[in-house]
């Protein structure tokens, strides 16, 4: 196993398996959907990070390409402020065009205040947090 991928699956774990920016759970990395758990380098690479602990986290694939496909990306802190924001507001797209859903079916606004709800109580999906 490559250093990033114990790096990242390390972060996974110090996550309680949620996405460090949107705040899903996240699904294994070999996953083909858009919350299997990526790498993500808080200070890139090509700017001088580095393959270690404090610099890597673990973000689901749906928000590590969206950080990464604007012209001037954000910060990882304003870019998280600004996933969280839009989840708040029941507007953050999955890849379809459609709205993040919960399992109920109701949409991300409710997800998301289940999720803290259940972070509070000791665990979300099976991850302890």
């Known amino acids: 196993m490559s250093q990033v991928k114990k790096l990242r699956d390390e972060a996974f774990h110090r996550q309680g398996g949620l996405c460090w920016y949107c ?13 299997r758990r990526t790498a ?6 090509c700017d001088g990070g ?7 986290v673990a973000a689901c694939w749906l928000c590590n390409t969206r950080r990464h496909t604007s012209k001037t990306p954000l910060s990882p802190q304003a870019y998280q402020d600004y996933v969280r924001q839009r989840l708040a507001r029941g507007n953050w797209f999955n890849p379809k065009g459609g709205v993040v859903m919960s399992r109920s079916g109701s949409t991300a606004q ?8 259940a972070a509070q109580a000791g665990g979300v ?5």
Do not use: C, T, Y
């Not at 999906?125 to 947090?129: A, L, S, T």
């Open 50 to 56: 580095e393959d270690v602990a404090d610099n890597i």
């Open 40 to 45: 993500e380098h808080l200070l890139a690479q």
């Open 125 to 129: 999906d099976g991850f302890p947090v």
């Open 23 to 35: 705040g899903r759970p996240m699904s294994a990395a070999s996953d083909k959907r858009s919350n």
């Open 110 to 117: 409710p997800a998301l205040a289940r999720l803290v709800i």
